[in-house]
């Protein structure tokens, strides 16, 4: 009985394991195991509760905020580096593609600089009641 | 013809790794990017350059929220839902944010089908993922129809800020738009896939060139990068 369970498992995943191997041998480019993606689905998941949990507890201040950029950080790098195989890219492209977004950052410096400025203005000469 | 552009041509056998290999790369007077076909190249750039167009979106919100005296309505509480007579903060967006990942999960799976050759599942849990993101397209109508009955115009609302609804039609409009898009360019490669078109090599309408398999992948950079684009949309917009 147990020796006819196993002969039939066996039976089972030889095909399989003919198909994985014979794709192996035809496929080109990116491969990775399934499981991989698996576990990178559960963390995405996980931190998307967990952004979605500080807002639910009504978190405030710079603990709300760390949090959320935190978080979204994390999800952001998982999607890039496995999900869309930047991980496994050569570095001329994936420099290519990751660094100019650093002009970005840049940018959010110099509105965030001139935001505030605007903001001083409008308090200084349009001051309402508030 | 096709032939010469074939993407996984064995090249030169060893290829420098680190900051050599960018070097060597970048100053080799051929093609810089070694081992990545024009197609998947030409979809990051291009996936580059919509960076720089969400990121300008974001950041004129940014500057709104911040420059302004009036106080920005608050998105919890102007996304919350009463479900079963609960009261549940941001709860749409939530479920919005799950089936987007979920479809990206599906995505990746079928990326890995395609290069195994699997019809079958490649087709099929691409049109899943389609269908994950028709649902959210039709989720954000309902956002949208339900925010517009309440009063949020683009040039005011009823709780504070009026450029809140500016920066929220621009913004999720935008996205939508890109997941639209995405649900389109998913059946149509589905439908080659499953029409077996890349393993009979049969030629394109509109090009006349052969596909690969590999449109899966690049189709999967796309749809990766539309939730890329909303965990940013998410944390910066919904939650902050």
């Known amino acids: 009985m147990t020796n006819a369970a196993v002969h039939m498992e066996g039976q089972l995943h030889a095909p399989a394991h003919g198909a994985v191997a ?24 996980v931190l998307s509760t967990f952004s979605y949990l500080v807002d639910y507890f009504g978190l405030q201040g710079y603990l709300r905020w760390s949090l959320i950029l935190l978080f979204m950080v994390l999800k952001a790098g998982l ?45 200084l000469f349009f001051a309402g009641p508030s | 013809m096709a032939e010469t552009v074939l993407t996984h041509s064995g090249q030169s056998p ?32 291009f996936l580059l350059s919509d960076t720089f167009i969400f990121s300008c979106f974001l950041l004129s919100y940014m500057t709104a929220r911040m420059s302004t005296t009036v106080p920005w309505p608050n998105p919890s509480e102007v ?50 993922t389609a269908a994950f993101g028709a649902t959210f397209v039709g989720m954000q109508a309902f956002e949208w129809t339900k925010l517009i009955m309440e009063g949020v115009r683009p040039w005011g609302n009823p709780w504070g800020a009026p450029q809140f609804g ?65 965990v940013f949309i998410f944390a910066l917009f919904y939650l902050w």
């Not at chain 1, 496994?88 to 840049?106: C, D, F, G, Q, T």
């Not at chain 2, 680190?18 to 076909?37: E, H, M, Y």
């Not at chain 2, 990326?111 to 490649?122: A, C, E, P, Q």
């Not at chain 2, 996205?175 to 090599?201: C, N, P, Q, S, Y």
């Open chain 2, 14 to 45: 060893a290829r420098l790794d680190g900051w050599r290999g960018i070097a060597a790369d970048w100053a080799s007077d051929q093609r810089t990017f070694k081992n990545v076909s024009w197609g998947k190249a030409m979809m990051w750039i």
């Open chain 1, 22 to 45: 014979t794709g192996a041998v035809h496929a080109k480019g990116q491969q990775h195991p399934i499981r991989l993606y698996l576990v990178v689905w559960g963390w995405l998941f």
């Open chain 2, 79 to 128: 996304f919350a839902l009463n479900i079963a007579g609960n009261h549940i903060p941001l709860i749409l967006i939530a479920i919005m944010t799950f089936i987007l990942i979920s479809s990206s999960g599906t995505m990746a799976m079928a990326v890995n089908f395609g290069y195994r050759r699997d019809r079958v599942r490649t087709a099929a849990l691409m049109l899943v």
């Open chain 1, 79 to 123: 999607i890039v580096a496995v999900f869309m195989h930047m991980a496994w890219e050569r570095l001329a492209l994936a420099y290519a593609i990751l660094a100019p977004p650093i002009a970005v950052l840049v940018f959010v410096a110099i509105m965030v600089l001139e935001s505030e400025y605007t903001h001083f203005l409008r308090v």
């Open chain 2, 166 to 230: 500016a920066s929220f039609f621009m913004i999720t409009g935008f996205h939508g738009t890109h997941v639209t898009i995405g649900v389109i360019f998913l059946i149509a490669i589905a439908r080659k896939v499953l029409r077996g078109d890349f393993d009979v090599e049969r030629r394109g309408f509109f090009t006349s060139r052969k596909g690969y398999y590999e449109i899966v992948e690049i189709m999967g950079l796309y749809w990766h990068f539309v939730d890329l684009v909303w």
